[in-house]
């Protein structure tokens, strides 16, 4: 598991189809600072019912929508 759980965790509760988060709205909701990293763990967010279907570096957004 990575430190990312916390934001999977945040994405499944918030439960809607699809939404963008900043990484300045992860940072204060979940206290994660996002990085590089998170393109290796992304994969986990299968888990809790999301993938990521967008990860922006220019405008410091993810856009996250629920798993077939």
């Known amino acids: 598991m990575s430190n990312y759980v916390p934001l999977w965790e945040y994405v ?3 439960g809607r ?3 963008e988060m900043t990484y300045d ?6 206290g ?8 290796r763990y992304k994969g986990e967010i299968k ?6 279907f ?3 570096a220019g405008t ?3 856009s996250f929508k ?3």
């Open 60 to 62: 410091r957004t993810i």
């Open 25 to 30: 709205e992860i940072k204060t909701t979940t």
């Open 66 to 68: 629920k798993h077939d």
């Open 32 to 39: 994660i600072d996002v990085d590089a990293s998170i393109i």
């Open 54 to 56: 967008k990860i922006s």
């Open 47 to 52: 888990d809790y019912g999301y993938v990521i």
């Open 17 to 19: 189809e699809a939404f």
């Open 12 to 14: 499944q509760n918030d």
